[in-house]
């Protein structure tokens, strides 16, 4: 049996939303992801029902969770390119070392 095949132990990770509350199986591994996003999160929604009052509960989770996809697109976006450079720049290596070899 290969060593990356054990399986990954899950965990609990509890989310509280509004009055709700969903209790989470989580990979061991990642479960830090979930508890620092989840507080992120929480501190974000508490952001936008601050300003000025003007959102409710309901509104300061929407906007947060528009903003989380905004930034994971952003950040996608950016991987996206620095893959297409780092290709580009493997490619310029391989012609580099084969004309080298070739001389």
Known sequence: MKK???PNPDVSV???????GFKLSVPADQEKFYRDGYEVFMQRVQQHKE????YGDIEAIALTSIECLVALQRN???MDDLVAAFK????KLDETITSAIES
């Open 4 to 6: 990356n095949s054990i």
């Open 14 to 20: 509890f989310i509280k939303l509004l009055d709700r």
């Open 51 to 54: 300003k000025g009052k003007v």
């Open 76 to 78: 996608q976006e950016e």
């Open 88 to 91: 580009s720049r493997v490619e």
